[in-house]
């Protein structure tokens, strides 16, 4: 089945202490992305991947870090987590076109205390 | 700056009769939009997209308006279901770059 997993689905964590988030594809799709969602702000972009070792900032990238070392996997890295970075993350990818549609992973909902 | 919005953050609807979810853009080099929709617990699931070359594009009980005057884009869902119930959001990319700008979501609930 086509799809794009992420783990952990939920997690509670400290200020401070570092935390990833993982996020693996298996439709050989080139573009990787990760966003989040708050209420009243939508779905905002952090960092994007148009391929292997490519990457670049979204939206609202600060505070966090991304890898793309292998095509399927997009791993979202938190180095130092505040608490306005509790929020709710997707990871997604598509096939190369632009106009290609996102999937969507089940979301990772993140707590930092 | 939201450059793409959702005035409306929730709507209900009777079974059977139309739901429209609308949204509007600002930046006019938008030039392809999607719509999503989101159950709880679920990540967003592509619904129908539309490329600004078309005014209309329909896929089985959902058809996509864009109106480029009115940098305005709607949903119609006709019959709405109660399976429907779903927060909806629009999308607005741009050819060649690499990214979509999300609006902030509706929220539909259609009433059995």
Known sequence: ?113 | DQQVKQNSPSLSVQEGRISILNCDYTNSMFDYFLWYKKYPAEGPTFLISISSIKDKNEDGRFTVFLNKSAKHLSLHIVPSQPGDSAVYFCAAGISGTYKYIFGTGTRLKVLA
């Open chain 1, 1 to 113: 089945e086509a799809q794009v997993t992420q783990n952990p689905r939920y997690l509670i964590t400290v200020t401070g202490k570092k935390l990833t988030v993982t996020c693996s594809q298996n439709m050989n799709h080139e573009y990787m992305s990760w966003y989040r969602q708050d209420p009243g702000l939508g779905l905002r972009q952090i960092y994007y991947s148009m391929n292997v070792e490519v990457t670049d900032k979204g939206d609202v990238p600060e505070g966090y870090k991304v890898s793309r070392k292998e095509k399927r996997n997009f791993p979202l890295i938190l180095e130092s987590p505040s608490p306005n970075q509790t929020s709710l993350y997707f990871c997604a990818s598509r096939a190369g076109g632009y106009n290609s549609p996102l999937h969507f992973g089940n979301g990772t909902r993140l707590t930092v205390t």
